[in-house]
């Protein structure tokens, strides 16, 4: 399985536009990046989902070289309510999904 | 509202003693997680299974065991329970056992004393 390596955490302004970097060097043929964000005491909620280049949806965008190694999040305008645990997770084209450490973000005023 | 529903939302209980979570999965979900949570860690992944069969294990404990019944629903055993299993247990499901979505429930939280 791959592993990924991503900030312990982050902190931001709102209104600023923040980017999570996760590295994924070991990425096979058949896996998907995803990411997911996580408040206290709450169940992880899916983002967003990419294989190549890039993804866009309403809440976020995804970045991904051609070479895979690596994905950005990058996440608009964040408010305070952006404040909150982020995960990359590379996920196999079969089963086992793995999170990882996460990436804190912390939104200021 | 993910639409997975899990019960009990708060258990406590006392060590050496046994318990059983209930899981059910998004309507029409075939693959249901579980994962623990203890006290500001990571998602430790336990166990999947895929229309009634079990797909993939993670470092799950031998005192712990789990099952997904034909309706789909799934249930977490924890026996023999020590205060280190205090956590918070999250259910998900997704529709296929992939790289689809997964959606969580809003989990069950476990204190042991």
């Known amino acids: 399985l791959a592993k990924t390596t991503q900030p312990i955490s982050m902190d931001s302004y709102e209104g600023q536009e923040v980017n999570i970097t996760c590295s994924h060097n070991?990425?096979?043929?058949?896996?998907?990046i995803t990411w997911y964000q996580q408040f206290p005491s709450q169940g992880p909620r899916f983002i967003i989902q990419?294989?190549?280049t890039k993804v866009t949806n309403e809440v976020a965008s995804l970045f991904i070289p051609a070479d895979r190694k690596s994905s950005t999040l990058s996440l608009p305008r964040v408010s305070l309510s952006d404040t909150a645990v982020y995960y990359c997770?590379?996920?196999?084209?079969?089963?086992?999904?793995?999170f990882g450490a996460g990436t804190r973000l912390f939104v200021k005023a | 509202d993910s639409g997975v529903t899990q019960t009990p939302k708060h258990l406590i209980t006392a060590t050496g003693q046994r318990v059983t979570l209930r899981c059910s999965p998004r309507?029409?979900?075939?693959?249901v997680y579980w994962y623990q949570q203890s006290l500001d860690q990571g998602l430790q992944f336990l166990i999947q299974y895929y229309n009634g069969e079990e797909r993939a294990k993670g470092n799950i404990l031998e005192r712990f065991s789990a099952q997904q019944f034909p309706d789909l629903h799934s249930e977490l055993n924890l026996s023999s329970l020590e205060l280190g299993d205090s956590a918070l247990y999250f259910c998900?499901?997704?529709?296929?056992?992939?790289?689809?979505?997964?959606?969580f429930g809003e989990g069950s939280r476990l204190t042991v004393l």
């Open positions: 998900a499901s997704s529709s296929r056992g992939g790289a689809g979505e997964l959606f």
């Open positions: 990419g294989y190549k």
């Open positions: 070991n990425i096979a043929t058949n896996d998907y």
């Open positions: 997770l590379v996920v196999p084209g079969g089963f086992k999904t793995i």
């Open positions: 309507s029409g979900d075939l693959s």
